[in-house]
């Protein structure tokens, strides 16, 4: 990709106007992928935000050979995802997470999507509408789903549920009018040793990029874990990093089952986040592009330090991704020497 035709990463602000906001310079877009980040800053890399009040003209997207969707929450930019594909229609581009493929990445889409494959527990997921407490309990029970189970509202993120609920009156008691929900079976994935792990892997086209691995002392895993649990447990620190440093942190079992995410998941990019039973299952709390891979760390806390070994293989396989072909070299350097990318087929 030379400089004078550069690449174009769209961002947009979702469905409702404050999903934007300001800080001084600064401008943080909910539902959008950070992953850009990775890329450099040069001149050739233009970016446009798009909102509910300002979509782009199709001739504003001529001579772009390559437009990179950032824009991945399915619920709340819905309404601006199925804009932007009509938008797209017919560009002479390569797009990359197209609006189409992002509306697909819905919890219960993804659920049914990876659903069947060898090795990967996939509990059961149903959406509720409205706030029919007994036609939500019917709901639950017909698919098969046994308390306890998570209730969350659709569309959120960063460990946010309504709860878990040991009896159906009690889940179905949540509900309210006017909003959606995900009912998911609860799985319990404690290790032997009574602690949670969640992983998160990136595929970033054909690589597979482990970013962290979470530890706590409850089941509603999360980022905040790592300063208030990990922080104060040197052992599963240490267990992090080896699994960052590893030349293999998971075995042919798990990679097998990467693959078989891969070859169903239509996105280019996107995070996974599960869990490993002892059993050696691979559990699937959920896939999609809304994944946040920074920040880092939450404090300033050195002994987390390692964690910056996922940069470079991340940003190598994004930019030969989306085609910076001028540093095509570097980044196949970066792959070949990080041992925690995984290449899938």
């Keep these: 990709m030379s400089a004078d035709r550069p690449l174009l990463l769209i961002f947009g602000g979702g469905d409702e106007a404050d999903r934007i906001r300001r800080s001084g310079q600064r401008i943080t877009i909910a539902g959008s992928a950070d992953l850009g980040k990775l890329l450099p ?12 009040d300002h979509q782009p003209h199709p001739a504003e997207l001529q001579g ?23 938008v797209l229609r017919g560009v002479p581009a390569r797009i990359l997470n197209p609006p189409e493929t992002v509306l697909r990445s819905t919890r219960d889409q993804v659920a049914r999507l990876l659903s069947g494959i060898p090795g990967l527990l996939v509990p059961t997921v149903v959406r509720l509408r409205g706030a029919d ?14 308390p306890p189970v998570i209730f969350r509202e659709a569309g959120t993120h960063t460990g946010r549920t309504v709860g878990l609920h040991s009896s159906l009156a009690d889940a179905v008691a949540v509900l309210e009018g006017g909003k959606e929900y995900i009912a998911t079976q609860f799985v319990d994935f404690a290790s032997p040793d009574g602690l949670y792990r969640k992983y998160r892997v990136w595929f970033i086209g054909r690589r597979a990029v482990l970013r ?9 895993v999360h980022s905040a874990d ?18 960052i440093e590893s030349a293999d942190p998971f075995g042919p079992h798990v990679r097998d089952v990467f693959r078989g995410v891969r070859e169903r998941m239509p996105l280019d990019f996107f995070g996974l986040d ?10 699937l709390f959920e896939a999609n592009a809304t994944m946040s891979f920074f920040p880092l760390w939450r404090d300033s806390n050195p002994e987390f ?29 970066l792959i070949d020497q990080v041992p925690q990318v995984t290449k899938l087929g």
């Design 226 to 243: 790592r300063a208030r649990f990990m922080a104060h447990h040197a052992n599963v620190i240490a267990e992090e990093r080896a699994l």
């Design 64 to 86: 772009y050979p390559v437009i990179v969707n950032m824009i991945t929450e399915a619920e709340n930019s819905a309404r601006i995802l199925a804009k932007l594909e009509e």
């Design 212 to 220: 962290h691995m979470y530890v706590s002392d409850g089941w509603n």
């Design 274 to 283: 599960f869990a490993i039973l002892p059993d050696g299952k691979v559990v």
């Design 305 to 333: 330090q390692y964690l910056e070994r996922c940069v470079a293989p991340a940003r190598a396989a994004f930019m030969e991704l989306v085609g910076l072909t001028q540093t095509s070299s570097a980044a196949q350097d």
């Design 133 to 146: 407490a007994q036609l939500a309990a019917k709901t639950i029970e017909q698919a098969g789903i046994v």
């Design 41 to 52: 800053n040069r001149e050739m890399i233009h970016r446009l935000l798009i909102t509910r």
